[in-house]
């Protein structure tokens, strides 16, 4: 299966501790895009990026957010000195490039901070 | 307002029942249009992409758009109990890179 692949499907994590979530795009895809979905709203756009760059982080919040997408490995999505309020799931997807192209989701890494 | 509205439900029809889902929007710059499913604890599925008003049709489904009235819908023919699942709504305009999503309609289909 050479889907969109996230990892791990959960995390769980202490107030302040550090969260590092990983997506490897679809084989083939250099696109990669972060989405949160919390509790009874929909999905939210964060960030968008191509191989070593990004491209647009409009939708991630100011502080304790980030992401990256190095040449080589995967997308990591990392948030620091998590607080209640970041637990939710985080989607990531991919796509080809082209402004166009579908979207293809993975699984997900649903997040619970304690 | 939110720039995309969908009626959370949740909405139950017998199997075999047509099911038509529905959004509505704002921003009249959106012009790709999506329906996804996304199972419990799963991710979004593409279901269904349109550019711009019209209809598209893909065996069961059937994906219509309408700009004028920013309206979308969704029609589900000879409805499964393996259709039960939330069916998200998502557009974006032609110059941004955001796909911006309703909240999810939940559907259940009973035997």
């Known amino acids: 299966n050479a889907g969109v692949m996230q990892n791990p499907r959960h995390l769980v994590r202490r107030r302040g501790q550090e969260a590092r979530l990983r997506c490897s795009p679809m084989?083939?895809?250099?696109?990669v895009y972060w989405y949160r979905q919390l509790p009874e709203e929909g999905l939210k756009f964060m960030v968008y990026?191509?191989?070593?760059?990004?491209?647009?982080e409009s939708g991630m919040p100011k502080e304790r957010f980030s992401a990256e997408f190095p040449k080589e490995g995967p997308s990591i999505l990392r948030i620091q000195q998590v607080v209640r309020g970041d637990s939710a799931a985080y989607f990531c997807?991919?796509?080809?490039?082209?402004?166009?192209?579908?979207?293809?989701f993975g699984s997900g890494t649903q997040l619970s901070v304690l | 307002q939110k720039e995309v509205e969908q009626d959370p439900g949740p909405l139950s029809v017998p199997e075999g029942a047509i099911v038509s889902l529905n959004c509505t929007y704002s921003?009249?710059?959106?012009?790709?249009f999506m329906w996804y499913r996304q199972y419990s604890r799963k991710g979004p599925e593409l279901l269904m992409y349109?550019?711009?008003?019209g209809n598209k049709e893909d065996g069961r489904f059937t994906a219509q758009v309408d700009k004028s009235s920013k309206y979308i819908s969704l029609f589900i023919r000879d409805s499964q109990p393996s259709d039960s699942a939330t069916y998200l709504c998502?557009?974006?305009?032609?110059?941004?890179?955001?796909?911006?999503f309703g909240k999810g309609t939940s559907l259940l289909v009973t035997p």
């Open positions: 997807a991919s796509s080809g490039g082209l402004i166009n192209e579908k979207l293809f």
């Open positions: 084989k083939g895809h250099s696109h």
């Open positions: 990026l191509q191989k070593e760059n990004i491209i647009d």
């Open positions: 921003n009249s710059a959106f012009q790709y």
């Open positions: 349109t550019y711009s008003s």
């Open positions: 998502a557009m974006r305009s032609n110059s941004g890179y955001a796909l911006n």
